[in-house]
């Protein structure tokens, strides 16, 4: 069974640069898409970085790109996401989720970790 283990959330001062990590110890990384997610309080979850294993294509929402680095190591089996320059905006619960199709990952991938939460103070 596949299961997500997402790390390194927690209360960060604006401007800030925490880096979380999703550590996915039961999949072969091959062509499997990792990616992160977020939901602020009230609103739905929203996709925020995506990475394809095999060739490291990456996308990004728009409201993170240039901020935010979406990176995987093969060998840990673990996918991080570089935050900087973090506003009050970026306040979330973050998910990491797997999808071995071979697509990205969508809302109905079927691997999803249980979420970290970052709360940027402002």
């Known amino acids: 069974d596949v299961q997500l283990q997402a790390s390194g959330g927690g209360l960060v001062q604006a401007g800030g640069s925490p880096r979380l990590s999703c550590a996915v110890p039961g999949l072969t990384f091959g062509n499997s898409a990792i990616a992160w997610f977020r939901q602020a309080p009230g609103k739905e979850r929203e996709g925020v970085a995506c990475?394809?294993?095999?060739?490291?294509?990456?996308v990004y929402s728009d409201s993170v790109k240039g901020r935010f680095t979406i990176a995987s190591d093969n060998a840990k089996n673990t996918v991080y996401l570089q935050m900087n320059s973090l506003k009050s905006e970026d306040t979330a619960v973050y998910y990491c989720?797997?999808?071995?199709?071979?697509?990205?990952?969508?809302?109905?991938?079927?691997?999803w970790g249980q979420g970290t939460l970052v709360t940027v103070s402002s």
């Open positions: 990475i394809v294993s095999d060739n490291d294509d990456t």
């Open positions: 989720a797997a999808d071995p199709s071979g697509g990205y990952v969508v809302l109905s991938s079927p691997y």
